[in-house]
């Protein structure tokens, strides 16, 4: 990762999807991966993303993909499998590679299998479920490093994905520092108004005392 990514990872382990996606309503970027969800609520990740496309297999049955030893740490690795619920394509042996290479995690719009393994080694995986039955003869890479979609969302290489219990959102590189910073905002205003509620304030005024709703309004340019 280049410094600007590894500042910009730093700041997003600080945050939270909800602090993000708010952030990202705000400025009006889709980002939200709809349906791809943990292995396990206590798995986070951030991190840059490279990304893979699978599609079904034709005539030549093609790879599902040999790549993972040549990511840098810190990598989420971004597979597009076009939601298959029916065929996976992630499994133990890259669960266990990318532990050890120190990846970010793994989103996968698709499914994921050897789950337990994922659990064991506290390795983050995010899919829309577990299946066992292997992509092999099933489906092919038909391209790294190139623009994927995840959950509704397009993803570019580089682009910056955070995850926790309540999912996944994916910030476009090139907004990550506005993004980044309209959700410290709001992390900051949160943080101010639960003090205030602890301290006996009303929940209304605790939130007016920090203009809290204008925080997640969507921008009107020129306004």
Aim: glycine share 12%; proline share 5%; hydrophobic share 40%.
């Amino acid at each position: 990762m280049t410094d600007p990514a590894q500042t910009a990872v730093k700041s997003l382990q600080e945050l939270d999807t909800s602090h993000v996606s708010d952030a990202m309503d705000r400025l009006g970027i889709p980002g939200q991966c709809l349906g791809i969800m943990p292995v396990d609520r206590t798995f986070r990740l951030a991190g840059p993303a490279f990304t893979v496309r699978y599609v079904p297999v034709g005539t030549d049955p093609g790879s599902v993909g040999d790549y993972i030893d040549d990511l840098d740490p810190g990598t989420v690795v971004v597979l597009d499998n076009a939601g298959r619920l029916d065929a996976t394509v992630w499994g133990d042996l890259l669960t266990a590679t990318a532990a050890r290479r120190g990846l970010g995690g793994t989103v996968i719009d698709g499914v994921c299998r050897d789950s337990d393994r994922a659990l064991e080694l506290g390795y983050p995986v995010y899919s829309r479920g577990r299946w066992m039955r292997t992509g092999k003869d099933r489906v092919r890479v038909d391209g790294y490093q190139t623009p994927v979609t995840v959950g509704g969302v397009r993803v570019e290489p580089g682009d910056l994905l955070i995850g926790d219990a309540d999912g996944v959102v994916a910030i476009p590189a090139s907004r990550a520092d506005e993004v980044i910073a309209a959700a410290e905002q709001i992390r900051d205003a949160e943080n101010s108004i639960r003090a205030e509620v602890e301290q006996g304030a009303a929940l209304a005024a605790a939130r007016a005392k920090v203009s809290y709703h204008s925080l997640q309004t969507r921008q009107r340019s020129g306004g």
